[in-house]
């Protein structure tokens, strides 16, 4: 008897080694929709030679005072000259500048692409504007730099006659996949049958096959990443890109919209000047075609610089926010909504969620912010468009009505384990966005470097389990978090400011890498909460760490975790008020061969999935064991 006792003592010792988590039914709370989205920001190029499928670099030689306008990417071919000029009679008043190709005989341009140009056996549509007399045939091609070999190229008759600019649109189809993405696009033509010896070009454009077919389109890999992942919303357009440099720097909606040849382009925050061909109505489309939640962001009357906009002088920024709204959302018989529907969308979106500005708590933002920006923007918003949740770009200040705020986060893995717990006390008055989200810097006890831009190339695993950590305390609170997203998005592996990104890539789209941490929150993202479930268990969270809830439409139950830091596997005893024994579950566990692994552009994913049928033993438990740097969803539908 003693002894068996003992046994029994024992045994259940070692059950209770396990975490035991037990789940209700039901007394939790609905979840906002939005779990995991997406943040544009040009940071990396994610408009101009990433998400943006156009081939040809410096298409239309836009220029500003910060980034002047330059011949950057073309070269002449031999025996040709080239030559900037801001022509009496531009092609438009948004693109003065053009190029003036002069030579004898064949005499023409390169351009060099977005650091190479993908070359494969489908339908190039190109174009270019052109002006001067001109009795002759332009020859378009794509070549290889490598071999020299002509991949396509084709013939298109001249239809000037003199004056006037005139747009000639051509078709490239390449037979063959060329064998590296280290090709060119050029443009010739007989320049002994010019008048002048020389003719002028803007707007020189090439785009391959886009997602849904687009024109001015996206890249269909990037585009079908995005896909994979099941985003909810976009946050747009860019957090520090959105800003600007200074006050006439910032984003200006309305020099993004309309015919390409009305496009001004812009110095943009990160570098480079921008086309602005990726504008307002290409990041609704983009919405659209990934069935995502526009988070509108609008200029707040603050730029990097710390200029703000004085209380006096801020009606006109507010004016021109609603404008944007009404331009997106207005019947075709307002003002913008009329400019809309010219522009080829008659039918209004729907907006939801518009936040103002972008972390204006920093450069200096904070005083006017707080003092009256933020006021004037929540009451002329709430006043006009009541259903519309206005977030503010910070959580640092007292958020006036029911108005929502937004929190960015980078650090080391370690910091995103000490706030998983940071949202449980936190109002539920007051939304929360997560707007950007991204472990940037290897443990190393002192945080982040701000000045290291480039820390890590690429999230790496144990990163990505830190940040698996932090969204389960936030899906445990999902009712007061409208969603999150990683930061930045993008980056062309062959230019870019920041790193580490969701996504890496170059000019091949066989090479695009999804990051460790895309496959954290993809494994998130389809397994949708939209209620949660209070969770109960013995065990303090560290080193598991979950969240648990329902999927009404499916009527799922969900348990979602995550383990950091764990001397050995963690068993787990799982209970679901109301499942019983023999009740079955498919269990998904997330690993990757060490802690800083890291999924490169062109190498294989190294993060593993796996997933398991278990089955609910006595009193309805399932039991199974989850691994140091896991992140796992079980999900059963008994
Ligand atoms: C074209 O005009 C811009 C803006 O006035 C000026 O900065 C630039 O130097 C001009 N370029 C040429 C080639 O004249
Ligand atoms: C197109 O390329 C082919 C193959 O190199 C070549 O034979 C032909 O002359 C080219 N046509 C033009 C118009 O350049
Ligand atoms: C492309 O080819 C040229 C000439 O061989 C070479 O100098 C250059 O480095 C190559 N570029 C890339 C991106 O491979
Ligand atoms: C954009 O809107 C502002 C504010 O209404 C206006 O001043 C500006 O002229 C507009 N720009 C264009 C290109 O329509
Ligand atoms: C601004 O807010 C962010 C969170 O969004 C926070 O990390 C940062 O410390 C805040 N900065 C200041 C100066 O308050
Ligand atoms: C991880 O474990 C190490 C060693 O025990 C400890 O120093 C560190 O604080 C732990 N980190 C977290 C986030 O728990
Ligand atoms: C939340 O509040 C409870 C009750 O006051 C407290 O025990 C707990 O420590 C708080 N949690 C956090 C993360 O502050
Ligand atoms: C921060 O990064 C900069 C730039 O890489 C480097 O010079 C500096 O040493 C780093 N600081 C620390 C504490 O590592
Ligand atoms: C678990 O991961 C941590 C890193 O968080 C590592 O320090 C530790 O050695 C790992 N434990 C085991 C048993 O692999
Ligand atoms: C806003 C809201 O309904 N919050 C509830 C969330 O669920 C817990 C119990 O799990 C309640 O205590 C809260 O009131």
Redesign the pocket.
Known sequence: MVLAKHLLLSLLASCSAAYQISVAKSGGNATTNLQYGVMEEEINHCGEGGLYAELIRNRAFQGSKTYPSSLDAWVPIRGSSLALKNLSDPLSS?LPTSVRVSGIGQSGFTNLGFFGIDVRPQKYSGSFYVKGSYNGKFTAKLQSITSGKILANTTITSKCAGDGWVQHEFVLMPETTASNTNNTFSLTFDASKTSDGYLDFNLISLFPPTWNNRPNGLRRDLMQAMYDLGPKFLRFPGGNNLEGETIPGRW????TIGPLT?R?GRATTWGYEETSGMGLVEYMEWCDDLGMEPILAIWSGHALNGDSVSEADLD?YV??AL?ELEFLTGPVDTHYGALRAKYGHPEPWTIRYVEVGNEDNLSGGMDSYTGYRFQAFYDALSKRYPDIQVIASTIDMTLPGNAGGDYHLYDIPDNFITKFNMWDNYTDQHPILLGEIAATEFNNGYGVNWSDYHFSTYPWWIASVGEAVFLLGAERNADKIIGTTYAPWMMNLDNYEWSPTMLAFNANPDQTARSTSWHVYSLFNHNHMTNTLPATSPDAFGPLYYAAGLDSQTNSRIFKAAVYNSTANVPVSLKFEGVDRGATADLTVLTAPSAYAMNAVGAPNKVDSQTVKVTAGKNGIFNFKLPNLSVAVLRTNA
Not at 252 to 255: A, H, I
Request: net charge negative; hydrophobic share 25%; aromatic share 18%.
């Open positions: 948004a200006k909606w309305n020099e009305d001004p006109f004016q021109d404008n």
